[in-house]
């Protein structure tokens, strides 16, 4: 009877001892988050070192950040990952990757609060599958003490005197690199593979990603680059310089709206939707001017030095539908072209 009782408290500290690790676990998940992001967000000037704090001491949960790269190699990632998802949040993915997250099945949607303040033509996802927390229009900037009188039109942009002058994304694996090929489709239709092979003489290179094409630019390999419509204000704001300027061009400027959403498989699902919640609140969108330069989606009080930064009249968009359907085909298209002999 003694053996028998023995082994019954034996069994019954087991199962206490088990069940405690487990809710310990349990508690462990909820206090953390992982991150996908590029590596302008994570970076020393973007917005993670200001925003991912607030977040941390608003909720005692940890963020555990992962830098992919490009917002491109940050969906390859997560798309690759899909069976076996370690992170929990992507951010950076725009209106013209949702064909592809939504197609891919990477995300689960939510619908956060404060969803109401965002603008409804900012809401390029009405499945919720990806919310918007930023945007701007892709532009060619340029440096005024190089370029006297800029290209005011993609087919200016063709103009021999700019030989060797502009510095692109790769639309592979660049959001603006991709931004700049769907603006250049919108604009010239099925001409777009002619446009693309005409102006691969004034291309000087095309990066990888924003980060490096951008840093190319403003370490003077070349006067010109496709960026956004808000870069000119991280100069006046920081540098205390005017002479880069941005563009608005005849034809229209390609407008971009980034999101964030939760992976499917999310290990941390609740913390998950604690930062969707918290991107829409005013501690994070006043921390986007400054540090992601772009326009939060939310109205808010903004830095004199937008001044700079206008806002296109004329935004051009292509339609998800279009983007899903054709994606690969303009890819392969602006891929030919720009190899072409």
């Keep these: 009877m003694k053996k028998s009782l023995l082994t019954v408290l034996c069994l019954c500290m087991a199962v206490s001892v088990f069940a405690g690790g487990s809710k310990e676990k349990a508690a462990s998940d909820s206090d953390k988050l992982v991150i996908y992001a590029s590596d302008s967000f ?3 000037w973007g917005p993670a070192p200001v925003v991912f704090p607030i977040f941390e001491k608003k909720y005692g949960i940890k963020i555990e950040s992962r830098q992919v790269g490009s917002t491109g190699e940050i969906v390859n990632l997560a798309i690759m990952n899909k069976e076996n998802q370690t992170a929990d949040i992507i951010i950076g993915a725009d209106n013209n990757l949702l064909s592809t997250v939504l197609k891919n099945d990477i995300l689960v949607p939510y619908k956060p609060e404060g969803i109401e303040k965002v603008k409804d033509d900012l809401l390029f996802d009405k499945t919720y599958h990806l919310i918007p927390y930023d945007y701007s229009f892709f532009a060619l900037v340029y440096d005024s ?12 942009l063709l103009k021999p005197e700019y030989k060797k002058s502009l510095i692109v994304m790769d639309p592979r694996t660049s959001s603006p690199g991709l931004g700049f090929l769907m603006w250049t489709v ?3 239709g099925e001409g ?3 446009y693309w092979k005409k102006l691969m003489p004034n291309i000087l290179t095309v990066s990888e990603g924003w980060s490096s094409g951008y840093g190319l630019f403003t370490s003077g390999e070349a006067p010109m680059v496709i960026s956004y419509t808000t870069s000119p204000a991280y100069h006046v704001e920081y540098d205390k310089i005017d002479n880069i300027k ?3 061009f005849d034809d229209g400027n390609y407008m971009q709206t980034e999101g964030v959403g939760i992976l499917k498989g999310a290990p941390h699902m609740e913390a998950a939707k604690k930062f969707m919640d918290f991107i829409l609140s005013e501690d994070f969108q006043s921390e986007i001017p400054l540090t992601n330069w772009m326009y939060p989606v939310i109205d808010i009080p903004m830095p004199d030095s937008y001044k700079s930064a206008p806002v296109s009249d004329k ?5 998800a539908e279009d983007i899903d359907k054709n994606l690969d085909s303009w890819l392969d298209g602006w891929l030919k072209s720009t190899m072409a002999k």
């Design 42 to 44: 994570l970076s020393e």
């Design 145 to 156: 003490n190089k370029i006297k009188n800029p290209p005011k039109s993609l087919d200016d």
């Design 186 to 188: 919108k604009c010239k």
């Design 192 to 194: 777009y593979k002619e």
């Design 246 to 248: 941005t563009v608005l």
């Design 315 to 319: 935004p051009l968009l292509l339609d």
